[in-house]
Nanobody
């Protein structure tokens, strides 16, 4: 099965940057990043189709966050810049295993493998 472990979270001031990493062995199809703040529902942040590198971003992070993958290291990244207090949340890496790819790697993707999460806190 797919194994996912996130790292790189921390506490930064508004305007700062962080890079999250997700060691991910075995996925096919989509991989993505989600976040969940206390009292809020889980929100899709960014996604990538592993087959060709096509990316998807939530409107709230477009222009600030970049999703990428190092295939040699089997690691998914989320580079976060210009961080805002509203970005504060637990961030989760997600993945799937598919025989055939269809659809989009967006916030509605029914991922079935999840990491344990890494906390990101942005102060004003």
């Amino acid at each position: 099965q797919v194994q996912l472990v996130e790292s790189g979270g921390g506490s930064v001031q508004a305007g700062g940057s962080l890079r999250l990493s997700c060691s991910a062995s075995g996925p096919t199809g989509c991989m993505g990043w989600f976040r969940q703040a206390p009292g809020k529902e889980r929100e899709g942040v960014a996604g990538m189709y592993i087959g060709d590198g096509t990316t998807y971003y939530a409107d709230s992070v477009k222009g600030r966050f970049t999703i990428s993958r190092d295939n040699a290291k089997s690691t998914l990244y989320l580079q976060m810049a210009s961080l805002k207090p509203e970005d504060t949340a637990m961030y989760y890496c997600a993945a799937e295993v598919l025989r055939f790819f269809r659809g989009k790697c967006d916030d509605r993707r029914p991922y079935n493998y999840w990491g344990q999460g890494t906390q990101v806190t942005v102060s004003s």
